[in-house]
C-alpha cells in the first residue's frame, strides 16, 4: 500500500463492490488509500468521489452525500467540483428532493465540460417536465425509487418498480424514459433481442420525446455490434442523421453509416 500501487487499488474496489458484491471490502481498500501520506489532493479528491458512489450504492446515503460536498467545496471551479455537484445532485433526485436538485443541476448545465453539462441537462429535464406534469411527484418518486434500484444493480427489482410506474396511468411523459431504462436492464443481463424491441417501441411511439436519438443510437450499435443486422443498424444511423440532425451523436452516426455503407 503506497503510491504506485494506487491504480490497483482503485480496480481492486471497483470489482469487488460492483461485480463481486463485496461493498465493504472496497470501502475499506478506498479507505485505505486515502490514509496514505502525502497522497495527491486531485487523486485524494477522485477516490472520494468513488467511495462516494460506493457507498450510495449500498445504501450510505448521506456519507456519500458529506464525500460529494466535501469535493465540491475543494474544488469549486474545476471538473471534480462539477462531478461532485452533479453526484450530490442525482443523489438529491434519488431521495425524491427534487426541486433542490433541479436549482443544481440547472447551475451545471452551464459547465464547461460537455459530458456533465450534457448529464445534467438530462436529469433536469426528465424532472422539470415530470414536476410540471404531476405536482404530487408521485410517479416521479416512483420512478426515481426505480432508477435507484438499477443504480444498485438490483435489475429484477428495478424492472417491476419501472413496471409500477406505467400501470398507474394510461399515459404519462415518463414512459418513454421507462422503456430506455428497461432496455438498459436487458443489455445488461445480455437479453439483446428484447432490448432493441424496447427501443424500438421508444422510436416508434415517443420519436419527439428528449430520449428518441438516444434510443436509436443505441438501436444501431446493438443491431451493428451484437445481433449482427448491419441494414437495420444502417437504417437506424442514417434515421438519425435526418431526423436529428442536432442530436450529440450525429458525428459518430456518420462515422459509422459511412463505415456501413462501405461495407454494403
Not at 458484491?21 to 477522485?46: F, G, T, W, Y
Not at 438530462?122 to 425509487?145: K, Q, V
Not at 434500484?149 to 413496471?163: G, I, K, P, T, V
Not at 418513454?176 to 436492464?185: H, T
Amino acid at each position: 500500500i503506497n503510491e504506485r500501487t494506487i491504480p490497483l487499488m482503485r480496480n481492486y474496489a471497483q470489482l469487488m463492490a460492483y461485480y463481486a458484491n463485496d461493498a465493504q471490502a472496497a470501502v475499506s481498500m478506498l479507505d485505505d488509500v486515502l490514509e496514505i501520506p502525502r497522497i495527491k489532493s486531485n487523486i485524494r479528491n477522485e477516490v472520494k468521489l468513488e467511495l462516494g458512489d460506493i457507498l450510495l450504492f449500498v445504501g450510505s446515503v448521506w456519507d456519500a452525500s458529506l464525500l460529494y460536498m466535501q469535493v465540491e467545496k475543494e474544488n469549486k471551479n474545476d471538473i471534480l467540483g462539477a462531478q461532485a455537484k452533479f453526484k450530490n445532485a442525482r443523489l438529491s433526485y434519488f431521495n425524491h428532493d427534487f426541486e433542490w436538485a433541479n436549482s443544481q443541476l440547472k447551475v451545471l448545465r452551464a459547465s464547461t465540460s460537455k459530458l456533465i453539462a450534457n448529464d445534467a441537462m438530462e436529469l433536469s429535464l426528465l424532472i422539470s417536465d415530470n414536476m410540471e406534469d404531476d405536482s404530487t411527484y408521485t410517479l416521479l418518486e416512483l420512478f426515481a425509487d426505480a432508477d435507484l434500484l438499477l443504480y444498485r444493480n438490483q435489475l429484477d427489482s428495478a424492472w417491476e418498480a419501472f413496471d409500477q410506474v406505467t400501470r398507474l396511468r394510461l399515459s404519462h411523459p415518463l414512459f418513454d424514459e421507462v422503456l430506455m431504462r428497461k432496455a438498459q436492464i436487458r443489455m445488461k443481463q445480455a437479453r439483446y433481442a428484447e432490448a432493441d424491441s424496447l427501443l424500438q417501441r421508444l422510436v416508434d411511439f415517443y420519436p419527439t420525446d428528449i430520449t428518441a436519438d438516444d434510443a436509436l443510437f443505441l438501436l444501431a450499435q446493438i443491431n451493428e455490434d451484437l445481433l449482427n443486422i448491419p441494414n437495420k443498424a444502417l437504417e437506424c444511423y442514417e434515421k438519425l442523421l435526418v431526423d436529428y440532425p442536432t442530436s450529440l451523436y450525429v458525428d459518430r452516426a456518420r462515422k459509422r453509416y459511412n463505415a456501413l455503407k462501405v461495407k454494403s
